[in-house]
């Protein structure tokens, strides 16, 4: 939408195809955007559509992108509903979304005791019982990030193995690790009460950050030529722009900055390097 207020005021004719699933679903607070810190995602994005209004060349419905073809100046994108668009250019905002971690409880917690984003939720998760669930690498990054909010901390690998340094490291800094998988997590409306592993033992936590899985929201880029990440995230330059001409990426799933903020920040300047280009063609045009 970031992107669509961009355009909107370059007067260029916009549609968003939004299928209204996204992925703070379960969040009930954003934070770290300047002037809306603590303003809940639903309210954000209610705003956000009241102040595109003012701009009539600008359009949403309410489908999913299932079909993309063409190229640059010449693109055609299919909806769910059997409904085809024509566009000169095209930006991805689809994100990312979350696939199971196939851990019994988890779902109850998160978004309320239970999050991905240290820089997002750690304020409000200060100075708890916090686990750490996450696999040899990454959860060593994450037990790292989150200690700045908290001296309470547990590595849970579910299963992962990790190396005798990682794990010199976390024994000189009191930071106990339970590699056995997890059986479930224990909770009372939302609040996390503690992790049973499968070999029956509990560990009392008020509070986790775990590594998710992620997989992109749309897999058009990639019909479309793009080229992607290993985490499946868009490859795009500073301004958006793939490798496929006319294509564009911004947010999350064209990037691994995980934030509201970031995503604003991207959405405004790709739009930016859109119309610049539909500029430079109409320019050429004459």
Not at 52 to 77: C, L, M, N, W
Not at 177 to 205: K, M, N, P, Q, Y
Not at 211 to 238: F, H, N, Q, Y
Request: proline share 3%.
């Amino acid at each position: 939408m970031s992107a669509a207020l961009v355009l909107g005021r370059a007067r260029r004719s916009v549609l968003v195809i939004d299928e209204a699933m996204p992925r703070h679903l379960v969040t009930r607070e954003s934070h770290g955007f300047l002037t809306r810190d603590g303003v809940s995602p639903s309210d954000l994005r209610k705003v956000a559509r009241e102040q595109i209004a003012a701009y009539p060349t600008v359009h949403f419905i309410q489908e999913k992108a299932v079909r993309a073809e063409g190229s640059d100046g010449e693109f055609v994108i299919g909806t769910n509903s059997g409904e085809s668009y024509r566009a000169r250019k095209l930006l991805f905002a689809t994100g990312m979304k979350d696939l199971p971690l196939g851990i019994e409880g988890l779902d109850e917690v998160y978004g309320k005791s239970a999050y991905v984003c240290p820089y997002c939720d750690g304020w409000e998760m200060q100075d708890r019982r916090i686990a750490i669930i996450a696999g040899s690498a990454f959860g060593m990054h994450l037990t790292r990030t989150v200690s700045g909010w908290t001296n309470d901390l547990a590595l849970f690998t579910n299963g992962e193995a990790l190396t005798d340094d990682d794990k010199e490291q976390l024994a000189r800094r009191s930071i106990p690790v339970f590699e056995t998988a997890i059986r479930r997590i224990e909770s009372e409306e939302g609040e996390t009460r503690s992790i049973v592993l499968e070999d029956g033992t509990e560990i009392e936590r008020t509070a986790i950050f775990f590594a998710p899985k992620l997989e992109p929201g749309s897999d058009l880029p990639t019909v479309l030529g793009c080229d992607t990440a290993d985490s499946g995230a868009m490859i795009v330059d500073e301004f958006g722009r793939s490798n496929t001409a006319g294509v564009f990426g911004a947010g999350d799933g064209a990037s691994q900055k995980y934030q509201v903020a970031a995503a604003v920040a991207a959405g405004s300047m790709t739009a930016a390097m859109l119309n610049s280009e539909l500029l430079e063609a109409d320019w050429e045009m004459v």
